[in-house]
Every structure is written in C-alpha cells, then in structure tokens.
C-alpha cells in the first residue's frame, strides 16, 4: 500500500490537474490513504443493484456518498443473473458518482426515456446527497425487505429519502420510517403526501411508506422546509 501511495504521489505531483478515480480491490483499498489521491474509488466490481445495497451500506458507515463510484447497470446482471428495474437501478446508483456501465442501444425505449429523468434527479439532488448529512433508516442486510436513508442539508432546508423495497411479500400495510436530523421547530412538507409536520412532528411520528406491491420498486421522497 506505501508503494501505490507512493506513486500516486509521484502522479498528482507531476500533473497536478490530473483527476484519478481509485479501485477498491473488493473493498481493500477503499480507505483514507486512497482518498487523499482521488475524491471518487470504485466500490466494488459487483454492479447489481440489490447486492449493491449492501455494498454501500457498509461504505457509507465509514465514507462519504461522494465517495463511492456507483453506475447504472447493464441487465440481467452478469454477476448472478438478477433483473432489477431501470428506475430502481437509477435509484440506487443515485448516491454515489452516478454513471452508466452498458450499452445504450440494448435499452428499451421506455428505459432509454428514464435516463433523462434519472440525470435529471442526480443534478437536482446530487449537491444535496454529497454535502448533507447520512442517516441510515434501515438495512436490507437485516431486514431482508427494504433499505431506506434519509439525508438532511446542513443548513435544513431540504431533506431525501431514499427507499428501496427489494421483497414486497405479504404487506397490510405501509412501511413506516422516523426521520432524525430535521431543525425540530422548523416546519416540512413532505412531497409524496402534501403533508406538512416540523421536524420533530417528522422524527417522532415517522412517514408511512405506500405499500408496495412488487419486488425491486423504489421511491425517491424529497421533503422541503415551509418559510
């Protein structure tokens, strides 16, 4: 490891312009030491969606959203074979240095039509998820259902939920999620419902997802503060 340190060094020193993006090895060289040379690393070769989950769940405990190199991938996954949803693929790159890693021209019109929105949504919330602050709502590794973060802006304006639901199963009811992190006093609508609470209002009775019928859906939940 002092040895790639020590020519990345050499590198950025010799083109200070140059911009480096660093792999990960399966998570062995995702550290600090790394981040100093490059801003972005690869996660982990492993592209589909749901194991991705997981990946970066354990990523972001220690390492900023902006950190992690995260695409859109080609589907069924060459890794173990999953079809997962274009918008739910979108969703889960969304945190990280969204991208694509497939070919265009395999899409189907209905999928290539998401990429504008997708773009859209990581030019809208990008700022937002590499600057605000991570809570983790819920883990798909435990639960074995759905994950779900929330991010909060530094100054409160604004907040995200990002929720992925991986097994619907047999629901009755919507899944409910607390959201920490809100100014307490200040008032929130949530977009997804209209509703307006403060942020305690927000933390204390939580928001109840809509149930969701299938497998590998998600939803993206922006909340803005009310002046």
Known sequence: MLGVYELQERLVTAFPDLLLENCCSGGGRFDAGMLYYSPQIWASDNTEAIDRLVIQEGTALIFPLSSMGAHVAACPSHTNGRSTPFATRGRVSLPGGFGYELDLEKLSPEDRALIRTQLAEYRQYGPLLHEGDYYR???????????????????????????????????????????????????????????????????????????????????????????
């Open 137 to 227: 709502l819920a883990s798909y590794s435990e639960n074995h259902r759905y994950d779900a973060y929330f991010v909060v802006a530094k100054d409160g304006g604004e907040a995200l939920l990002n929720f992925v639901q991986v097994a619907s199963g047999v629901q009755r009811s919507g899944v409910r999620l607390t959201l920490p992190g809100l100014d307490p006093a200040a008032r929130y609508r949530c977009t997804l419902t209209g509703e307006v609470r403060t942020g305690a209002g927000w933390r204390l009775g939580g928001l109840v997802l809509p149930v969701q019928r299938e497998d590998y859906t998600s939803l993206l939940v922006p909340l803005q503060r009310v002046e």
